[in-house]
């Protein structure tokens, strides 16, 4: 089976822009999770969706919104990007309570 | 918060037992302990599970202390490529609650 593929692998975008990274689950997977990762914070759980629905929401503001489609792919996107938001941004795919993670979505915010 | 505790690095030499302990004192009953790997430049790689029973499979081992407060990953024969950041985490068996990594312990092998 192929991996979870994450798309564009890197972005350099501006303050103030915004942004939509793709991920692409393992076939047959239904829930799909955000993480951020930085050097400071480490990996943070942004939100959790499972069959459409958003299941589980992490502690950041609302510039930062998910969706899953009706074939598991999943979207996210940061509005009014700021410098802090510069980081790794990884997606994962679960069957049950084992998560499969992608490589990740390199986000430099200038 | 992290629901687990680890040591922030350990060191082993190559081709020796390496045991990485995580304490997680207020698991509940429906929490897993999951163990992840990250290793330089990729997305973190799932190792094992388990919920009240030592597990063992292809990568690693992992031992569940009795109460369930701590467990210890196990690499039988650590290799180079074993160098990495490892996390313990604890995620619910209903999904009810989100996973929460820690830092985790980042794992030096000396050749």
């Known amino acids: 089976k192929a991996g979870v593929t994450q798309t564009p692998r890197y972005l350099i975008k501006t303050r103030g822009q915004q942004v939509t990274l793709s991920c692409s689950p393992i076939?047959?997977?239904?829930?799909v999770s955000w993480y951020q990762q930085t050097p400071g914070q480490g990996l943070q759980f942004l939100f959790e969706?499972?069959?459409?629905?958003?299941?589980n929401k992490g502690n950041f503001p609302g510039r930062f919104s998910g969706r899953q489609f009706s074939n598991s792919r999943s979207e996210m996107n940061v509005s009014t990007l700021e410098l802090g938001d510069s980081a790794l941004y990884l997606c994962?795919?679960?069957?049950?309570?084992?998560?499969?993670f992608g490589p990740g979505t390199r986000l430099l915010v200038l | 918060d992290a629901k687990t505790t680890q040591p922030n690095s350990m060191e082993s030499n190559e081709e020796e037992p390496v045991h990485l302990p995580c304490n997680h004192s207020?698991?509940?009953?429906?929490?897993?302990i999951h163990w992840y790997r990250q290793l330089p430049s990729q997305g973190p790689e799932y190792v094992i599970h388990?919920?009240?029973s030592n597990v063992n499979n292809r990568m690693a081992s992992l031992a569940i202390a009795e109460d369930r407060k701590s467990s210890t990953l196990i690499l039988h024969r650590a290799t180079l490529r074993d160098a990495a950041v490892y996390y313990c985490?604890?995620?619910?068996?209903?999904?009810?609650?989100?996973?929460?990594f820690g830092k985790g312990t980042r794992l030096h092998i000396l050749p």
């Open positions: 076939s047959g997977h239904r829930s």
């Open positions: 985490i604890l995620g619910d068996i209903n999904r009810d609650d989100k996973i929460i």
């Open positions: 994962a795919s679960s069957p049950d309570e084992t998560q499969y």
């Open positions: 207020t698991i509940s009953g429906t929490d897993y």
């Open positions: 388990g919920l009240t």
């Open positions: 969706y499972f069959s459409e629905t958003q299941r």
